[in-house]
């Protein structure tokens, strides 16, 4: 069974700054699927960004990007520019091919991030 | 395009009560799943569906029922409510595990 481990439970930092959310993860799958969503205030869950473990190549998207590394079972999220917009829970979150799991979700417990102005 | 359609929002029962959470998705996702937020805990998965017809438990399926009729619909059953059973339901699809999972907004439901 995979578990996944998200230690910070809050954090917070500066308008404009940078943060890293930790996540890391354990699986004994080659092949399998990573994700960091965003829970704001409104409860919808929005998926932030994507990571296929076969990709050495980190996943990228705007002010969003990850640390892969694969081999440490570690995927961690960096926030640049941080907006208050960002304030929200970020979860990591693993799936392995459909074929074996049927796709389903793990989650971490979540990190509480705060925008402050 | 409604993505993942969750009924009712917001749902208070009485402990022993029963009642069903309904979720529709347009997108002709084969893959659904239902699971629950607490405190600390992320979020966790009770049954799941692979297509029409097949269904199966996940991490806390105790007290909970699902069918799978048609591709559209996936429906979870409280039997017989319990305090314990008080959380924020999510119910999810997708196309297959590389795209991650379109999400309901959410049922919080109350058991007093």
């Known amino acids: 069974a995979q578990t996944v481990t998200q230690s910070q439970p809050e954090m917070s930092v500066q308008e404009a700054e940078t943060v890293t959310l930790s996540c890391t993860y354990d699986?004994?799958?080659?092949?399998?699927?990573l994700f960091w969503y965003k829970q704001p205030p409104s409860r919808q869950m929005i998926l932030v960004i994507r990571q296929e473990a076969y990709k050495q190549q980190n996943a990228t998207e705007n002010r969003f990007s990850v640390n892969f590394q694969k081999a440490a079972k570690s995927f961690s999220l960096k926030i640049s520019d941080s907006q208050l917009g960002d304030t929200a829970m970020y979860f990591c979150a693993f799936a392995a091919p459909e074929e074996t799991s049927g796709s389903r979700l793990t989650f971490g417990e979540g990190t509480q991030l705060t925008v402050n102005p | 395009n409604a993505g993942v359609t969750q009924t009712p929002k917001f749902q208070v029962l009485k402990t022993g009560q029963s009642m069903t959470l309904q979720c529709a998705q347009d997108m002709n996702h084969e893959y659904m799943s239902w699971y629950r937020q607490d405190p600390g805990m992320g979020l966790r998965l009770i049954h799941y569906s692979v297509g029409a017809g097949i269904t199966d438990q996940g991490e806390v399926p105790n007290g909970y029922n699902v069918s799978r009729s048609t591709t559209e619909d996936f429906p979870l059953r409280l039997l017989s409510a319990a305090p314990s059973q008080t959380s924020v339901y999510f119910c999810?699809?997708?196309?297959?595990?590389?795209?991650?999972?379109?999400f309901g907004s959410g049922t919080r439901l109350t058991v007093v």
């Open positions: 999810a699809s997708t196309r297959n595990s590389n795209y991650g999972y379109t």
């Open positions: 699986t004994s799958e080659n092949n399998y699927y």
